[in-house]
């Protein structure tokens, strides 16, 4: 009886994410290679299936088998399944099929906004859409429930348990203790890094990106890597995981990081367990952990000396007149260069965090409405002037250059730095003196299969919270990123943090 | 009233197309750029959109809608769709939700058996999955319903209205004539078409298709290109219509015909009415009329002489080694040779109708259980040595070159002749003195608006038979195809016919 149950209720799943994943599909062809006519009616379709998933996640009949299931004799794993999808379910309730749909369009409307209001530097073209969003998400944070905060209940979409109590003492201590080691870089000798924009080929940097994320482990049976505006990482099942990039000729620094920061995701998608297909433990954590992996891959691996010292010979064969003036240490020092700047994605290590709480501010007074659409780009003026000492010269640089409020992901961007936190932690955990030594080497194996039995495994099985505890010993300690970005940086810039 | 009704209809009708379309785009991903590991779940994820859409098409609320409507005071368009719904409903609630999805799963195996049979050279990986193909096929002909011939039933799901009896009249008049013309030539002095087996670099072939294209008139703002094992049009509204195609490198023939081909689909598709977006006008005719606009393209036009007095210069000036030699008159001789040969979709305009032949022969059998899928191999290598004098050397140039039967499309290939047929018909029709001139010039303004006006236009109003009738002034005739190569075939090979 209970397995028949469970048969029901994982084939009722499974066929939900069967439409759930269409249209993740019909996304990733939108941002790849779907002609420009197309776009009028793919927003509808995408509506259509989101709100067919939506319905088919709905019905009294999956509550009632959810209520069954959990009155019958389980596995730890099945109960852990069901009682995900009780939590689910619940909260699915509250959001009824029409707004879905309405929230679907309005998304869709949006995005297209603002490809269009980022080409050509016209915010007035997104601010309508963006108002639209604004007022959704404040109606579903009304409809989800919150306690304290309305952001409280976006935020929780994106990093279960997160709160903006929890959030604003952790910015309140990693903010000041970044802005005293910004202002101490800020004031020693200057790393050059103008070697990165040079002409660096397209075909030859696609190489090269293919390369390494081969060797990351990155399965591309399992996986393929397009060009869009926007480079991200989209999953149709754990045996179907895409990136895409973006390649700047004038700029190396525009597609790597970026392409090692999606390989590191999708290489936690790559590790959910296949046999979980639309169940939760066949899913990923949270964001903040999906985002841990980008950036330990990205920026603890990807940016760190020994992960250089392999790659930059390789590198500098391939790009002879561009680099053969310039050691190791050069170029390990200037990919780490410090500089407060106007892009998030091309942002360092350390004023990543400032780009993030920027915009925590800025969502935060959106939902309780004390700043509207319309308010943005001055708000973003000021707040970049205040934290960050820099004013965009137009609104790609500005409030447009994020993709994130057009996919009505408002929420999502704290998500960011609690990842390079937990990162930090993990890497820290991981790294033991072996460790350093297969980096130099371009092994990974190690320390992808750490990933794949510390993190990838459980699926959404922990939290975030109890995954990094039980992966390093303890709870998230946002002191093992200052102690990894002094001992870093006091070393590039030779002084004393 | 009836306006609200209708909303509902057209509602109802469009939430339909998205999930039908959602399946085309899965569909479309599979057989151009999904990761080999995907496909094991993307036969699933299809399946479960094509039994959704069913269902939803299936529902006793839109019979009870559809019932309504037709007593409502409707618009001549708002009751011609009503009328072709009710139609498709009937015939659709005679197959079970179940029925389809199983159906649907076994295309999919059926689908990955062919291409592994294909390239191992091994029936037998295909022969069960295509024996479960035939036996649901069977067993649709019975949920749907025929009189005479179980066959007719699945004929009518490519061609409405056609039948056994029909397609055994036209091939008993057509077959003989066409095996009397076939055998004059054969006795007549060979032409050489040996240049069209040199190295034609894979860019070049590609730009010169996109060339042909976009002078045709094929939007590429509303559609794409690429690569798949086997060329197909697949649209998802008439503003995203694409077009695949395949490139040998030793073979000119390969690409550009075949790509032609797919360009006249996909015009027809593209020039469909967009706002019947889901609805029966939106949609085709028939295949056989579908077939009759691509053939138009790729033969009456593609294989013309006027055709080639323009684009041949072009073709020399990129192809300067391969095609210095070669006059265009022998080269246009060449790429009319007739030939008895193994492939269909390489074959002449003449031996074609003897592949198609063929395979209606097979598929009549099939149905009816005189020959299984067991039989297949002998079965075709007899056939192929009875009205070709070929016999295959492996099974990718026999029994599984074509993907239909994977498809589950039997009862599609009949089309294919009738479409010709049609083609040589509507082209006589619009064949003027100054056509033959514009042709030259490269310029198919006329063709294409004549075609739009006569043809594309109507979507599903009226029957290929009608739209036949309409644009020609009588009903399909196949002495236009056999006056149309008589006269070709004669000025080619320098003979009486």
Redesign the interface.
Known sequence: MANQLYQNYTGTL??IA??K???A??QW?QET??????A???G??I???TE?AHQQFTTPQLGQLLAQLQQEKLTPTELANVKLTQYDYTKNQKLPAAFVRQTSEAINAAYHAWVLARKQNNYSIFETPLAKIITLKQQEADLLGYQHHPYNALLNDYDPGQTVANLDAVFNNLIPQLQTLIQKISAAPQVNNSFLQQHYPKAQQWQFGIDVLTQMGY??????Q?ISEHPFTIN??S??V?ITTRIDEQDFANMLWSCIHEGGHALYEQGLPNQM?GLPLGEYASLSIHESQSRLWENNLGRSLPFWQYWYPKLQAIFVTQLQQVSLQQFYNGINQVTPSLIRTEADELTYHLHVYIRYLLEKDLITGTLTAKDIPTAWAELYKKYLGVTPHNHAQGCLQDVHWSHGSLGYFATYSIGSLYAAQLFTSLNNNGISTQIQQGNYTQILNWLRNNIHQYGRQFTGQQLCTTATGQALNSQFFIQYATQKYSSIYGIAL
Chains 1, 2 share one sequence.
Do not use: H, S
Not at 33 to 38: A, K, M, Q, V
């Open positions: 499974q066929k069967d439409i994943y269409a249209a599909v019909l062809d290679y779907l002609p420009p006519n197309g009028a009616l793919r509808q379709q509506a259509t299936l067919f399965n591309f049976a399992a996986g393929r397009d149709f099942n045996q179907d895409r297909y």
